[in-house]
């Protein structure tokens, strides 16, 4: 599976920002995470089957789906705030829930895309 990331760009605190990456397949799951300079990479959302997971910083905020027939998920992202700068990546592949929202549980891993929020 190959993972192709788009989207990314600069953007004010308050704004909203759309996130889409396209897979070569059709992943079990499907994920996003993030990386801001200085820090490791974090997970931020995921989509396995129907049911979606996100990380407590972002609930509420940003929103996972998938669009099985184009085998692309998408990250809308609103009420977005300076804190949310970072690369983002996605990520597919078959994590049992104990690994849903680690590295670990993904095999491919797109090419990240730079979101920058502006305060």
């Known amino acids: 599976v190959q993972l192709q990331a788009s989207g990314g760009g600069l953007v004010q605190a308050g704004g909203s920002l759309s996130l889409s990456c396209a897979a070569s397949g059709r992943p079990y799951a499907m994920a996003w995470f993030r990386q801001a300079t200085g820090k490791e990479r974090e997970f931020v959302a995921a989509?396995?089957?129907?049911?979606?997971y996100y990380a407590d910083s972002v609930k509420g905020r940003f929103a996972i789906s998938r669009d099985n027939a184009k085998n692309t998920v998408y990250l809308q992202m609103n009420s977005l705030k300076p804190e949310d700068t970072a690369v983002y990546y996605c990520?597919?592949?078959?994590?049992?829930?104990?690994?849903?929202?680690?590295?670990?549980?993904?095999?491919?891993w797109g090419q990240g895309t730079l979101v920058t929020v502006s305060s």
């Open positions: 989509i396995r089957s129907s049911r979606t």
């Open positions: 990520a597919a592949g078959s994590p049992i829930s104990s690994t849903l929202t680690y590295e670990k549980g993904y095999r491919e």
